[in-house]
């Protein structure tokens, strides 16, 4: 019998559906929506947030519950010996250094690994680290190798509108009303804990190549590797189906290659808004895929 379960958070998209067939066990994220709590995967669809976005609802983000995580955590152990817990990003919510000081209650049964990521990148972090128990690996022996490679990954992202950015603070009101106007599309990436503004560039297929453009970029300068064969290309989109597999197609018509694509985490969606979408590069631990 395996020993090690792997538990991680919804920013992770990672659906309750999915979890199930993956093995692992997900915490479904809080936030609120005119003041009324939801929980991603639970209490409302992707559809219905989006359209209370778009209809002007106030949304904000808040960390989960510490019960929450501690009634997930004990009905996990009644199964398994320990468990490794993977959320997302310290650098982008307090739920990671919460987590980390819960866990010193369960005497090493619980290990919280802090790897600076979050939505796809984090979600294959949890398959990795699923894969790694099922070898038999115990929790800290993950932790440690998921710790090695935590930087082996970028994702960039852009926005539809500045609003979102501007409702979150991380622009000012004037720059998200002349960006508005000019239609500058900011392009963002994330490696690690923060997010970082690479260029500004305007109009959406314009951004979009130069976000093709700096993944390519990144394979040989970033990352030092020979070919894009050594990563997964990963998408996530806060969009209609349809229009999320127009995206996954420019993406492997440009690379030549498969490529994934997520929903955005809502979580994540709160703070980039309707219509956002993100492309990541993620080094392989394995050569064989992994179903991202």
Same mark, same amino acid.
């Given at each position: 019998?395996? *020993? %090690? &379960?792997? #538990? %991680?958070?919804?920013?992770?998209?990672?659906?309750?559906?999915?979890?199930?067939?993956?093995? #692992?066990?997900?915490?479904?994220?809080?936030?609120?929506?005119?003041? +009324?709590?939801?929980? +991603?995967?639970?209490?409302?669809?992707?559809?219905?947030?989006?359209?209370?976005?778009?209809?002007?609802?106030?949304?904000? %983000?808040?960390?989960?519950?510490?019960?929450? #995580?501690?009634?997930?955590?004990?009905?996990?152990?009644?199964?398994?010996?320990?468990?490794?817990?993977?959320?997302?990003?310290?650098?982008? !919510?307090?739920?990671?250094?919460?987590?980390?000081?819960? @866990?010193?209650?369960?005497?090493? *049964? #619980?290990?919280?690994?802090?790897?600076?990521?979050?939505?796809?990148?984090?979600?294959?972090?949890?398959?990795?680290?699923?894969?790694?128990?099922?070898?038999?690996?115990?929790?800290?022996?993950?932790?440690?190798?998921?710790?090695?490679?935590?930087?082996?990954?970028?994702?960039?992202? %852009?926005?539809?509108?500045?609003?979102?950015?501007?409702? !979150?603070?991380?622009?000012?009101?004037?720059?998200?009303?002349?960006?508005?106007?000019?239609?500058?599309?900011?392009?963002?990436?994330?490696?690690?804990?923060?997010?970082?503004?690479?260029?500004?560039?305007?109009?959406?297929?314009?951004?979009? *190549?130069?976000?093709?453009?700096?993944?390519?970029?990144?394979?040989?300068?970033?990352?030092?590797?020979?070919?894009? +064969?050594?990563?997964?290309? &990963? &998408? @996530?989109?806060?969009?209609?189906?349809?229009?999320?597999?127009?995206?996954?197609?420019?993406?492997?018509?440009?690379?030549?290659? !498969?490529?994934?694509?997520?929903?955005?985490?809502?979580?994540?969606? @709160?703070?980039?808004?309707?219509?956002?979408?993100?492309? @990541?590069?993620?080094?392989?631990?394995?050569?064989?895929?992994?179903?991202?």
């Amino acid at each position: 019998m395996e *020993k %090690t &379960a792997v #538990v %991680t958070d919804s920013n992770s998209g990672i659906s309750q559906e999915k979890a199930k067939k993956y093995g #692992v066990y997900v915490l479904p994220m809080p936030f609120y929506i005119d003041d +009324e709590l939801y929980l +991603e995967g639970q209490t409302i669809t992707h559809e219905e947030f989006f359209q209370k976005q778009k209809n002007g609802s106030v949304i904000y %983000t808040s960390q989960p519950n510490p019960y929450d #995580v501690t009634q997930l955590w004990e009905r996990v152990l009644k199964e398994y010996e320990e468990l490794i817990y993977i959320p997302m990003s310290s650098g982008l !919510s307090s739920s990671c250094d919460t987590a980390m000081a819960l @866990a010193r209650q369960y005497e090493g *049964k #619980v290990v919280v690994a802090d790897l600076g990521r979050v939505s796809v990148t984090q979600k294959l972090a949890v398959l990795e680290a699923r894969r790694m128990a099922q070898q038999g690996l115990n929790a800290l022996e993950i932790s440690s190798r998921l710790q090695y490679v935590k930087n082996e990954c970028i994702i960039y992202l %852009t926005v539809d509108h500045l609003k979102y950015l501007k409702q !979150s603070g991380r622009i000012s009101a004037s720059s998200a009303m002349v960006g508005n106007v000019l239609n500058i599309k900011p392009l963002l990436y994330l490696q690690g804990e923060k997010v970082e503004v690479a260029e500004k560039v305007r109009g959406d297929k314009a951004v979009r *190549k130069k976000m093709m453009q700096a993944v390519e970029r990144d394979i040989t300068e970033r990352f030092h590797a020979g070919s894009l +064969e050594e990563f997964y290309l &990963a &998408a @996530a989109a806060s969009m209609p189906l349809e229009d999320a597999k127009k995206l996954k197609d420019s993406f492997e018509a440009y690379f030549g290659a !498969s490529c994934s694509m997520s929903s955005i985490p809502l979580s994540i969606a @709160a703070h980039l808004g309707y219509g956002s979408y993100g492309l @990541a590069l993620i080094r392989k631990m394995e050569k064989q895929a992994a179903n991202i």
